[in-house]
């Protein structure tokens, strides 16, 4: 019934996530801040006029997707907070698991101190075949470093990014250009 009365005022698939919290109140996270700004004066579910208030704006709902199902909870944590983002509810409050329950998505709520205001689109997680990049997505989400989360550059720009064989900073080590020993792997310096 919320979902109906959300999409009636703002439209279909406005609504990205619902969530139940305690006393009968939900937790809604819109695609936009415009969207959410169109519910501020209330909706209606069963004749009932319900209150609708704006998050803090440091509060928002990340979602990683199609994690292999044993990642564990405390290690998608220990990702955001290395980001300087703070999960608010422990355990992770959503997994939503694939057909066949090889993958989950995964949806928190965090606090977002002033100074983060995106994350990387693209994130590393040990799975059972070696590291692996999966998306993840959060409201009013912008291009940044996936390394260090910066604003500033791209990845290939980062200061932490340097070729593991030759030290240099900006490119990968299968794109390095330093020749290689003879009848060795190793590099030339």
């Known amino acids: 019934m919320i979902i109906k009365a959300v999409e009636e005022k703002v439209g279909i698939g406005k609504l990205i996530g619902l969530r139940r919290k305690a006393n009968n109140e939900f937790e809604m996270t819109m695609e936009s801040e415009m969207d959410s700004d169109l ?20 509060e928002r709902m990340v979602s990683f997707l199609s994690l292999p199902s044993y990642i564990e909870d405390e290690e998608i944590s220990q990702k955001l907070i290395n980001w300087g983002v703070t999960p608010i509810i422990l355990p992770l409050m959503a997994r939503f698991r694939s057909v066949n329950h090889e ?27 070696g590291v692996q990049y999966f998306r993840g997505i959060h409201d009013n989400q912008v291009k940044t470093c996936r390394i260090c989360a910066s604003l500033e550059h791209e990845k290939k720009d980062c200061p932490q990014f340097i070729c593991r064989n030759c030290l240099e900073q900006g490119h990968y080590a299968r794109h390095c250009k330093v020749p290689r020993c003879q009848g060795s792997w190793k590099y030339k310096r």
Do not use: D, H, W
Request: hydrophobic fraction near 35%; include cysteine; glycine fraction near 4%.
């Open 103 to 129: 993958s989950a998505s995964v949806s928190t709520a965090n606090k977002f101190p002033q100074e983060v205001t995106s994350l990387p689109y693209n994130t590393s997680f040990m799975t059972e075949e």
């Open 39 to 58: 519910l501020l004066n209330g909706i209606m579910i069963n004749g009932q006029e319900c209150e609708i208030r704006k998050l803090c704006a440091t």
